[in-house]
């Protein structure tokens, strides 16, 4: 929840003017609070960098105050929706159940879901790290078709490394990535070609070493998606790490 016209202004020109000199096999998108998907729209449309929304309700329309269904979000050429981010299960008690009506909600409406799966810091101390990001997923799953699942972005956010400063090594992240991408092959068809996020802190320092390994195809980024150029050169990471794949 950050942002206000005049900031958000500066911070989006600097970013798709940046986006410009990367090579089209990296993409780059910012998910906007809703009352800023008009301005996102009209500072974004001529460039390359997409545009989405934080969260959508999980229903398509009704007396539902303060909601915003997906179909509102692609009227303003939304293209993501966050889906399940650790904050909306943490603070708003989002169950795993809600995140996949909400999954079905953003594919019926175009919109490409970014699927958040995490565990907290007990839990992955407690052995239960696939165990909990492979329920979150597979509730997921089992709702979608093969050829729907084929839609879906999957980020791995751990929630202790989440504006904690900590990130999950490379290959602890990679661990989990490579654990995630067996679920998306089981579920068949083109499922085990869906892009992984990593999200977990992920800074300019880091980047190139965690989208360096093989199932991590790029970041879900937060703290530092609020400073063009410490969000550019994640991107500029992401060119780096492809090439060395």
């Known amino acids: 929840m950050h ?19 990367l090579p089209d096999d990296v993409r780059v998108g910012v998910c906007v609070p809703c009352p800023y998907l008009a301005q ?5 449309e001529s460039g390359r960098v997409a545009w989405g929304v934080q969260d959508i309700s999980a229903h398509t329309q009704g007396a539902f105050t303060g909601e915003v269904a997906a179909e509102m979000a692609a009227e303003f050429g939304a293209s993501y929706a966050i889906v399940g981010h650790s904050e909306r299960r943490a603070y708003h008690r989002e169950s795993a159940e809600i995140v996949a009506v909400k999954t079905q909600r953003a594919l019926e409406a175009g919109l490409t879901p970014i699927v958040c799966v995490g565990e907290t810091l007990e839990e992955r101390e407690g052995g239960k790290t696939e165990q909990i990001v492979g329920e979150q997923l597979d509730a997921v799953l089992v709702k979608l078709s093969v050829e729907e699942a084929a839609r879906l972005v999957v980020a791995y956010e751990p929630v202790w490394a989440i504006g904690t400063g900590k990130s999950a090594t490379a290959q602890q992240a990679q661990d989990v ?11 068949g068809g083109d499922a085990a070609d869906v892009p992984l996020l990593y999200g977990g802190s992920v800074k300019p320092e880091n ?9 991590i195809d790029g970041g879900l980024i937060g703290g530092a ?15 780096a790490a492809t090439a060395a794949r």
């Open 3 to 21: 942002g206000r016209l005049a900031d958000n202004r500066v911070l989006l020109q600097a970013v798709s003017r940046g986006a410009e000199d």
């Open 40 to 44: 996102a729209q009209t500072l974004l």
């Open 177 to 187: 990535h490579a654990f995630l991408r067996a679920r998306l092959v089981a579920k």
């Open 207 to 215: 980047a190139e070493d965690l989208f360096s390994q093989l199932d």
């Open 225 to 239: 998606s609020l400073k063009d150029k410490d969000f550019l050169a994640i991107c500029t990471a992401a060119v």
